[in-house]
């Protein structure tokens, strides 16, 4: 059976997604699964049943779905998983999504050199090593491509109690442009989505974080949050996010490039 969705149809492409185990990278592989491209999902060796289930679905639309495992934190294993990834699924390789990201809550005051260090190798160091590396493989392919990252509405405004975090997707939205710039000449278009308050484990996380920082109830952190910021009046699921990433993959977005762009339900205003 193959369920293809309405907005194109991307067969013979491949789109690689690190993080694709849960939440928001496991939304954007289904997606695009949908869209028609074959899957490679790099995650950690802990990710494994979790990633096997995604690409049991994927295969279930009639698509090829592979799982690579890589900690985004070592460049060779990001480097491996590419080159896997063109072995099994073809040199077809057209998008790629550095979604993969942690966020560890804590005043300033208390982060230590290793907790930062730590943040800082897998959402900046993994995400630019990423966009490397794919974008070496789509140059010599001669196709063009598509590369997406995983910005945040903190690539604009970073909160209290994240503040390495914020300062990782900050950055992010920087390497997007100057990516973006580098790589117009060879049809790849760089952009990064920009998600608010999405309803993944990640979010739990910090909702048990702050909770504990706050003296609050678990649950509480968030709630509050989803009903002061944002104006649509529910919280963010992963699909939300897919949804933008699939459009600025598809032709609909031909025009578009060096964006971190958000979407959250108004949780920036
Ligand atoms: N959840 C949100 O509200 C939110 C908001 C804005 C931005 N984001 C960003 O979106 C991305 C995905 O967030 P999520 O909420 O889905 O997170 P999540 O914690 O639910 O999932 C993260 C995935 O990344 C994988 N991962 C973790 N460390 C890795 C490593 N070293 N190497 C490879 N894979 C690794 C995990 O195994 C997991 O599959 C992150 O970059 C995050 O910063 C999330």
């Not at 995983?150 to 990516?179: D, W």
């Not at 992963?238 to 578009?256: C, M, N, Q, W």
Request: contains cysteine; proline residues 3%; glycine residues 10%.
């Amino acid at each position: 059976m193959t369920a293809l969705s309405s907005i194109k149809v991307a067969l013979g492409r491949t789109a690689f997604i690190t993080g694709g185990g849960q939440g928001i990278g496991r939304a954007i592989a289904l997606r695009l699964a949908r869209d028609g491209h074959d899957i490679s999902i790099a995650d950690i060796p802990a990710a494994q049943a979790r990633v096997d289930e995604v690409v049991k679905e994927i295969q279930s639309y009639g698509r090829k779905a592979i799982f690579v495992t890589a900690d985004v934190r070592e460049p060779k294993q990001i480097y491996a998983a590419v080159e896997e990834t063109v072995e099994k699924l073809g040199p077809n390789l057209f998008v790629s999504v550095a979604n993969a990201g942690v966020t560890q809550v804590k005043p300033l005051l208390e982060c230590t050199p290793e907790f930062m260090e730590n943040e800082i190798r897998i959402n900046l160091l993994g995400f630019m090593n990423t966009h490397i590396a794919a974008a070496r493989q789509m140059v010599k392919q001669k196709g063009g491509g598509r590369i997406l990252g995983a910005g945040s509405i903190a690539s604009y405004r970073t909160a209290e109690n994240l503040g390495p975090y914020g300062a990782t997707k900050f950055a992010v939205r920087a390497f997007t442009e100057a990516a973006a710039r580098e790589w117009a000449q060879y049809g790849i278009r760089v952009n990064a989505y920009g998600p608010g308050i999405v309803d993944t484990p990640m979010w739990d996380h910090i909702d048990r974080e702050l909770a504990r920082i706050e003296g609050i109830d678990i649950g509480a952190a968030k709630e509050i949050r989803v009903k002061r910021d944002i104006k649509l009046g529910r919280i963010q699921q992963p699909e939300d996010v897919a949804k933008l990433v699939s459009f600025l993959v598809s032709d609909e977005g031909e025009y578009i490039t060096g964006q971190t762009i958000k979407t959250c339900g108004g949780a920036s205003l």
